[in-house]
């Protein structure tokens, strides 16, 4: 088993920036790619991005440039630099990790971009 703990959601303007963390305990040894996803009012839960245990990194298209994705494996966290962020990134964030092909869920944070 593997719990998730996110952090760092809040309000913040168009422009701005927020640094989301989730920090991963429990069998944290079998744990491979870290990743975050984001849910909007009435829509589907999407890949934002994701970071494997070797570094190999993938993100969405929608946020190339702005967001950057990494992980302190020491610490066994993955961070999401969000830099600026527009109302179109408001969404519900959660953390995904894969672990001995198993996924586990964090129970998300909310990002509000204001106009």
């Known amino acids: 088993q593997v719990q998730l703990v996110e952090s760092g959601g809040g309000l913040v303007q168009a422009g701005g920036s927020l640094r989301l963390s989730c920090a991963a305990s429990?069998?944290?040894?079998?744990?491979?790619?870290m990743a975050w996803f984001r849910q909007a009012p009435g829509k589907q839960r999407e890949l934002v991005a994701a970071i494997t245990r070797g570094g190999s990194i993938n993100y969405a298209d929608s946020v190339k440039g702005r967001f950057t994705i990494s992980r302190d494996n020491a610490k066994n966290t993955v961070y999401l630099q969000m830099n600026f962020l527009e109302p179109e990134d408001t969404a519900v964030y959660y953390c995904?990790?894969?672990?001995?092909?198993?996924?586990?869920w964090g129970r998300g944070t909310q990002v509000t971009v204001s106009s």
């Open positions: 429990g069998s944290i040894f079998s744990i491979n790619t």
């Open positions: 995904r990790v894969t672990a001995a092909s198993l996924f586990y």
